[in-house]
């Protein structure tokens, strides 16, 4: 009998909904967007991979931070947790302690300088910062510090999500 070979596979990449230009500035980052839900239910992947570039606006504030959270559905129902809707809408989270407690940290983006305009990449698994699972239901939320808007024009922003799943073959 011949051996299985197990691989890895990933299904091409899709824009996650979320607008992000002109994102205001959130001091005690607790407010900013929400995207739209990104389902599995029926895709089943075993992880997802989501990469991207978040641009800050005119003259930010050096030593400042841009975070793209994951936040998983609460219930079946689906219910989020505390402010999330499962929408592309902007969120003010109760408290920053409460989007640790049911947050997922994916990036934390440093931006070190003053310098206007600069695209900021970044990307991460949802499985590894969900603790080895990709849930059902989820957002994405982005919130940041910087001292100014993000960029104004929201081609330059862009969130892409890539699904991995499993192929066997002999």
């Known amino acids: 009998m011949a051996a299985t070979n197990n691989k890895a596979e990933y299904a091409a990449s899709a824009a996650a909904t979320i607008t ?25 992947y075993l992880d997802y991979w989501v990469a991207g570039k978040i641009t ?3 003259t930010p504030t050096a030593n400042t931070v841009i975070e793209v959270w994951v936040v998983p ?19 003010t989270v109760t408290s920053r302690e409460m989007l640790i407690a049911y947050g997922k ?6 931006v070190p300088v003053t310098t206007s305009n600069v695209g900021y990449e970044f990307s991460f698994s949802v499985a590894d910062v969900c603790r080895s699972i990709s849930p059902v239901l989820f957002q994405l939320f982005v919130v940041h510090n910087t001292g100014v808007a993000l960029h104004a024009t929201g081609g330059n922003h862009v969130i892409d999500v890539k ?7 002999g």
């Open 20 to 44: 992000l230009a002109s994102l205001a500035s959130s001091s005690t980052l607790v407010a900013g967007r929400a995207s739209a839900n990104i389902d599995n239910s029926s895709n089943k």
């Open 56 to 58: 800050v606006g005119t």
């Open 73 to 91: 559905r609460k219930n079946d129902t689906p219910t989020y947790h505390d402010t999330f809707g499962g929408t592309d809408a902007a969120v």
């Open 105 to 110: 940290l994916g990036a934390s983006i440093a």
């Open 163 to 169: 699904g991995l799943y499993s192929t066997s073959g």
